[in-house]
T-cell receptor
Framework: GAVVSQHPSRVICKSGTSVKIECRSLDFQATTMFWYRQFPKQSLMLMATSNEGSKATYEQGVEKDKFLINHASLTLSTLTVTSAHPEDSSFYIC?????????????FGEGSWLTVV | GEDVEQSLFLSVREGDSSVINCTYTDSSSTYLYWYKQEPGAGLQLLTYIFSNMDMKQDQRLTVLLNKKDKHLSLRIADTQTGDSAIYFCAEVAGGTSYGKLTFGQGTILTVHP
């Protein structure tokens, strides 16, 4: 079953509004989660590292005031796209690292399709 | 910085083996991963290999790692039409916040009946 869950899977919002995407680790605690963005037919690009209890670390070129990240608990990180515009339409996907006896494995959520109209 | 390269397309017949290749530049990579992405879906973890290993086999999947050449491959035996998808290799660079992945461009695998 799913190890990392995202919600919503699809969302349509009006230009200028904000939308929140949730990422949950289902049966393990994740002090660090990661948010990626994927445009059609392209690879995944890391947007930011979400740190539980502290500020997120953003990659170069990612606007921290536009993409608000909150990691208030060990199992939940949220990404809020503020004042969304059509060019923000994309596939957003999160990941979390799980430590097991067999090693560190990195699991991804199902992804969230955002369409801004 | 880290860079990961993959061939963009691979086409095989059902029942044949598929080999997807990947090269990376960061010699301090600790783990290397293979993910599968079907249209409109998230990423499914297929397998991973630790950097001190040369090979890892998991059912139909075989991962080969050549650290000297910084080359990683994924072999899918007895490829089925359900294996058609995009396959991404990704590395975790050493010394960075664990879990931060650098992805290749993805290889589109098409399996013909």
């Amino acid at each position: 079953g799913a190890v990392v869950s995202q919600h919503p899977s699809r969302v349509i919002c009006k230009s200028g509004t904000s939308v929140k995407i949730e990422c949950r680790s289902l049966d393990f605690q994740a002090t660090t989660m990661f948010w990626y963005r994927q445009f059609p037919k392209q690879s995944l690009m890391l947007m930011a590292t979400s740190n539980e209890g502290s500020k997120a670390t953003y990659e170069q070129g990612v606007e921290k005031d536009k993409f608000l990240i909150n990691h208030a608990s060990l199992t939940l990180s949220t990404l809020t796209v503020t004042s969304a515009h059509p060019e923000d339409s994309s596939f957003y996907i999160c990941s979390a690292s799980r430590l097991a006896n067999s090693g560190n494995t990195i699991y991804f959520g199902e992804g969230s399709w955002l369409t801004v109209v | 910085g880290e860079d990961v390269e993959q061939s963009l397309f691979l086409s095989v017949r059902e029942g044949d083996s598929s080999v997807i290749n990947c090269t990376y530049t960061d010699s301090s990579s600790t783990y290397l991963y293979w993910y599968k992405q079907e249209p409109g879906a998230g990423l499914q973890l297929l397998t991973y290999i630790f950097s001190n290993m040369d090979m890892k086999q998991d059912q139909r999947l075989t991962v080969l790692l050549n650290k000297k050449d910084k080359h990683l491959s994924l072999r899918i035996a007895d490829t089925q039409t359900g294996d058609s998808a995009i396959y991404f290799c990704a590395e975790v660079a050493g010394g960075t916040s664990y879990g931060k992945l650098t992805f290749g461009q993805g290889t589109i695998l098409t399996v013909h009946p």
